[in-house]
């Protein structure tokens, strides 16, 4: 399982410590994010193949109003996952113009 570090910005509130990944058992992409107490506020991808691709785990977080900046890996295989989902979630949620959000993708 892979596990990224993202900030994730929902409901006002942004998550600097969200983590967005891939399980290898359900066949899908995931989100958790946390709230102030670190319990789970928000957990995405728990069904199998529920987002087969990081876009489609993006488009669901657009849908509902989830923003997810600067995502971030330690080893140079999560390095490279990073740098792909840094690229779609970019072009998705590229700040308040197309995304409608009140905060600025943090870069």
Partial sequence: MSRLAVTA???????????VGWDPGLSTYFL???????GPSLWLGTGFSEFT????????????????????????????????????????FSGEAQSGYNVKALH
């Fill in 53 to 92: 691709t990081p876009h489609a785990l993006a488009m669901q977080c657009l849908a509902l109003g989830v923003g997810l900046f600067h995502v971030w890996g330690r080893t140079v295989e999560d390095q490279r996952l990073s740098a792909e989902l840094n690229e779609i979630f970019n072009s998705i």
């Fill in 32 to 38: 958790q994010a946390f709230d102030q107490g670190g």
């Fill in 9 to 19: 910005v929902y409901q006002g509130v942004v998550d600097p410590d969200a983590v």
